[in-house]
């Protein structure tokens, strides 16, 4: 036996969370004295064609073109549905975020779409609407949602028009208006010079102005508050707003060089290595939306502010293939989705600026999955992406597609790992299992918590996230049960389940993998509150590439309990084939067949149930389906000290 890899981290507490920020600074240390030399004037700056330059987007494959003027006829009917103080009152009323919102999206995306298809066609056809869209737009109260009210002083309810925050969406608002005066200005010009001075007035007053004159914004991080994927999301739209429609060269300077500052503080403290602890989906806005901002610094400056050879900066961007199980599938921990449609062409791309084949070939195929070539192409909620996706689109669409189903995969810093049986193919089995600690962002109390795949269908999973409500990031939280232990493939001990905090983290965490076996163990005591009485509750999972998977639990208990139950949660039907041996069939995979995975246990030790959660929630549905199977495995006459294995094999 070979050992090609040999890694133990052992941490103890919150020692993760707490370990020293490291003092990185890549971008402002650099470059901040730099910004005036460098940047380049903001009438000089052209990004991308503007639809004026009729060559360039007259070379956008047809069938592409096509369907974006498909988008842009539908979007001419549309009435622009109102946004009235009833429905934003929702939120504050009944925790209901998703009517606002879905009204308020609707309006940014029909505008995109008439904004694309005009550039497209460039006739004049779809002018009125966007100005339609534009002023509709201009005159809402609030460019936020209602569930970001707390930037406000006057809390949840109504926004107040006095005190402009800058939320996600207000953002991601602020940034489609500018490109829309960048890709269009003369046109709007010559109808009404007052749109395009409409459009700078509330970009200015909205975004530019209170982003410049205020510091206590948590998400800029100048506040000691940690940041999320909020810090580059807003940065990336921020940074959009001021290149394209800032006049004022000294304001815009300065708004540059704050925004390096707050970037850096989304930099500075990311696991060394590229790990995003908010999961997949939300990559999309983390480690993908810095990269938006660095793509608009380095086009900005002619490419002198440039930091792709940074070995974290290159791991961020890595992190979203080694997290990726089979087509649309990824490694779900916390509030990330079993599916994620990620961001193909942005993938392409960060590939090629840190050359990487696999990453490069990887949004290849995802874009092959996503109907590239055949479809408009998709910017994931910004147009700013679109405008890339379309000017890229023929390189993309020559690259070779493939997805590199790495054999190995472990991220010491979030504690995370992942293998297979054999790389470069979704056949047989893919397991994935975490440690870490229950402060992580978006957490779920799941410290220890494993998924397993074969073929490339799921067996057994993390259920994810249903859809946002008040309730979802309120002290509320850990009431939904997606967020609980128990309904992760976790211990239950004596009825208590995991605590949520920075001090419920796992201990002792080891991880080894060679050629024919992988190994990852932690001890998962810590992650459960005193009245559990658990003293170590040291977890086993190794995978021998050959045959099976098998799950070790090896546990002291500080006094006896009458119940102990081990939790399987899987989409999958289950059959019971004996007192020791469970039996789960995946659902079918694109091609129509399907696996049977087959759990064995000590039938003397253990007994099994099993209990149906339906699913009614979109977001869960869409993953799942109807239903979730929940597996419980009671210990029939608990000791203090005992183990227990459960053997998962493929059968036929």
Known sequence: MVAILLLTVCLLGSSLYAQQVPSRHLLSRPYLDRIEEILIPREEWAPFPTASQRDAWNSIPETVRKAHLRLGEEALTYRWDPLPASLFLEYARIGNRSNYERTRGNRRNRLADLVLAECIEGEGRFLDAIIDGIWVICEET?????????????????????????????????????????????????ISPLVPRRIRLEVDRRILTPNLERDDFWWMGFGGRRVNNWNPWINSNWLTMVLLL??????????????????????????????????????????????????????????????????????????????????????????????????????????????DPLMISFGASAAVRQGYGTTAVTGNGSIGRQLAALFNLRELLATEPADPFLRDVWLPDLQVMAARSDGGTSKGFYVAAKGGHNAESHNHNDVGNFILYVDGQPAIVDAGVG????????????????????????????????????????????????????EFSLDIAGAYPAEAGVGTWQRTIRLDRDSHVELVDQYQLNDPVNDLTLTLMTPGEVAAQNAGELVIQTAPSSSGSTSRLAVSFDGEKLSASTEEIKLEDGRLTRVWGSRLTRILLRVEEPSVKDSLTLIFKKVQ
């Open 467 to 518: 859809t946002y409500t008040a309730q979802t990031f309120s002290s509320r939280r850990y009431e939904i049960w997606t967020m609980q232990s128990a309904f992760h493939n976790l211990p239950t001990i004596g009825g208590v389940m995991q605590k949520n905090g920075v001090d419920f983290a796992a201990r002792q965490v080891s991880y080894q993998a060679d050629d024919q076996q992988v």
């Open 142 to 190: 609030y460019w936020g949602v209602p569930a970001h009210l707390g930037l406000q002083q006057a809390g949840p309810g109504l926004p107040d028009v006095e005190e402009p925050t800058v939320d996600l969406f207000a953002a991601e608002t602020g940034a489609l208006l500018a490109w829309t005066d960048y890709l269009l200005g003369p046109q709007l010009e010559q």
């Open 246 to 355: 800032e006049e004022d060269g000294a304001r815009r300077v300065k708004s540059i060089k704050k925004i390096l500052e707050s970037l850096d503080q989304f930099i500075n403290p990311y696991p060394e290595d590229g790990g995003c602890d908010e999961g997949p989906g939300y990559w999309g806005r983390a480690g993908a939306s810095l990269f938006d901002c660095l793509e608009l610094l380095y086009s900005a400056t002619a490419g002198v502010l440039n930091i792709y050879d940074n070995p974290l900066v290159q791991d961020i961007g890595r992190y979203i293939y080694r997290a990726h199980i089979d087509g649309d599938y990824f490694i779900n921990f916390a509030d990330a989705s079993g599916r994620v449609d990620v961001a193909a062409d942005l993938i392409h791309r960060y590939g090629k600026r840190i050359n």
